[in-house]
T-cell receptor
Framework: DAGVIQSPRHEVTEMGQEVTLRCKPISGHNSLFWYRQTMMRGLELLIYFNNNVPIDDSGMPEDRFSAKMPNASFSTLKIQPSEPRDSAVYFC?????????????FGQGTRLTVV | GQNIDQPTEMTATEGAIVQINCTYQTSGFNGLFWYQQHAGEAPTFLSYNVLDGLEEKGRFSSFLSRSKGYSYLLLKELQMKDSASYLCAVRTPSGGSYIPTFGRGTSLIVHP
């Protein structure tokens, strides 16, 4: 398996622009997580899905952020409008479920820079 | 809220042993993970503990004490390639399931 695939790997955008990050989870995994990593705050959970359904989005910072999972093999995280404080590395991860011992497998991340 | 604490940075010498501690105070607990993350890369799974005690896997071991809210990762025979960030993650309740909540990570620098 190719693992979790994220695109793009790097994104530089101007403040106010819309940004869309994409993720393809590992086939057969039914849990998908979006995390954001910064030096100040570490790795923070933004939202997670079980069987394509959003379960907990309490980590989404504000209404500018939205996430969708239209099917089992694709998810997007959208920021509109983007702001410089959104600059971070965004990781997508998937796991076979949320049962005991099920580890999360991470994609390579998208490094977002908002100028 | 969830509180997971790790030292920010540690240094050690090649060939030595280092112990990275993690303490947690969380609203629930269903296991603890350790992940390794090299600079510019994704976190990768190292170990999982759900019961008290020591889990050994090659040069790496992980220990858990649930009553103390404490875990450590022990790295033996350190190699230069072990220089990385080590993330402690506790499975905490969310939406009827348990999901990994991460500490900020410990940056380990191994020098010759």
């Amino acid at each position: 398996d190719a693992g979790v695939i994220q695109s793009p790997r790097h994104e530089v955008t101007e403040m106010g622009q819309e940004v869309t990050l994409r993720c393809k989870p590992i086939s057969g995994h039914n849990s998908l997580f979006w995390y954001r990593q910064t030096m100040m705050r570490g790795l923070e959970l933004l939202i997670y899905f079980n069987n394509n359904v959003p379960i907990d989005d309490s980590g989404m910072p504000e209404d500018r952020f939205s996430a969708k999972m239209p099917n089992a093999s694709f998810s997007t995280l959208k920021i509109q409008p983007s702001e410089p404080r959104d600059s971070a590395v965004y990781f997508c991860a998937s796991s076979p479920g949320t049962g005991i011992g099920t580890e999360a497998f991470f994609g390579q991340g998208t490094r977002l820079t908002v100028v | 809220g969830q509180n997971i604490d790790q030292p920010t940075e540690m240094t050690a010498t090649e060939g030595a042993i280092v112990q990275i501690n993690c303490t947690y105070q969380t609203s629930g607990f269903n296991g603890l993970f350790w992940y390794q993350q090299h600079a510019g890369e994704a976190p990768t799974f190292l170990s999982y503990n759900v019961l008290d005690g020591l889990e050994e896997k090659g040069r790496f071991s992980s220990f858990l004490s649930r009553s103390k809210g404490y875990s450590y990762l022990l790295l033996k025979e350190l190699q230069m390639k072990d220089s990385a960030s080590y993330l402690c993650a506790v499975r905490t309740p969310s939406g009827g399931s348990y999901i990994p909540t991460f500490g900020r990570g410990t940056s380990l620098i191994v020098h010759p």
